[in-house]
């Protein structure tokens, strides 16, 4: 039973390794391969051999001292292609509980991204919505504004007209006064 969930130097449980008595094959480049487990979603779980080189990883650079921050520029590290490419594939098909973890993420993901979408377009409706209603009111200040105007040039017009007349007309009742 501990047997189940010991792992090995490389970290993987028992049941993830490479069969007992196959023995490591050699890459194009003459390096031993190393053993990987497939994470992509086409191939998770799968197990194969790659070349240890293609990994490769530059070391970090060192950190620069703070009085020294700004003042140069420090040269990023080059990063050589891979010697070779070498993989060869131990498991040709994932399992059926990998198939149906994969088909049930897959599931999940479309359904996330229609969420997404949904909420996306409601959202724009939303925003439509609320442009068209301050649309509607700035149309409707407007012609309250030139409905104003176009009251005050009338009485302003009649207003001239009542001054033009003269205070003979006021007295013959043509145009009404205010008395207070």
């Given at each position: 039973?501990?047997?189940?969930?010991k792992?090995?130097?490389?970290?993987?449980?028992?049941?993830?390794?490479?069969?007992?008595?196959?023995?490591?094959?050699?890459?194009?480049?003459?390096?031993?391969?190393?053993?990987?487990?497939?994470?992509?979603?086409?191939s998770?779980?799968?197990?194969?051999?790659?070349?240890?080189?293609?990994?490769?990883?530059?070391?970090?650079?060192?950190?620069?001292?703070?009085?020294?921050?700004g003042?140069?520029?420090?040269?990023?590290?080059?990063?050589?292609?891979?010697?070779?490419?070498?993989?060869?594939?131990?498991?040709?098909?994932?399992?059926?509980?990998?198939?149906?973890?994969?088909?049930?993420?897959?599931?999940?993901?479309?359904?996330?991204?229609?969420?997404?979408?949904?909420?996306a377009?409601?959202?724009?409706a939303?925003?439509?919505?609320?442009?068209?209603?301050?649309?509607?009111?700035?149309?409707r200040?407007?012609?309250?504004?030139?409905?104003?105007?176009?009251?005050?040039?009338?009485?302003?017009?009649?207003?001239?007209?009542?001054?033009?007349?003269?205070?003979?007309?006021?007295?013959?009742?043509?145009?009404?006064?205010?008395?207070?």
């Open positions: 039973m501990a047997m189940m969930f792992k090995d130097d490389v970290g993987f449980a028992p049941k993830q390794l490479p069969p007992l008595g196959v023995k490591r094959p050699m890459c194009w480049c003459g390096d031993e391969c190393c053993f990987q487990i497939s994470d992509d979603w086409d998770y779980g799968q197990r194969y051999w790659m070349c240890r080189n293609i990994s490769y990883s530059p070391e970090k650079p060192k950190p620069v001292p703070k009085e020294r921050k003042k140069t520029k420090i040269p990023e590290p080059e990063v050589p292609p891979p010697l070779c490419d070498f993989v060869e594939w131990i498991d040709k098909e994932m399992i059926e509980f990998d198939k149906s973890m994969i088909q049930n993420w897959r599931e999940r993901q479309e359904e996330r991204e229609e969420q997404q979408r949904q909420r377009a409601k959202e724009k939303e925003r439509e919505r609320r442009e068209e209603l301050e649309l509607r009111e700035l149309a200040l407007n012609r309250e504004k030139e409905e104003r105007a176009e009251d005050r040039s009338r009485k302003l017009a009649r207003a001239q007209r009542a001054k033009d007349a003269g205070s003979e007309a006021a007295r013959k009742g043509k145009y009404p006064r205010c008395t207070q």
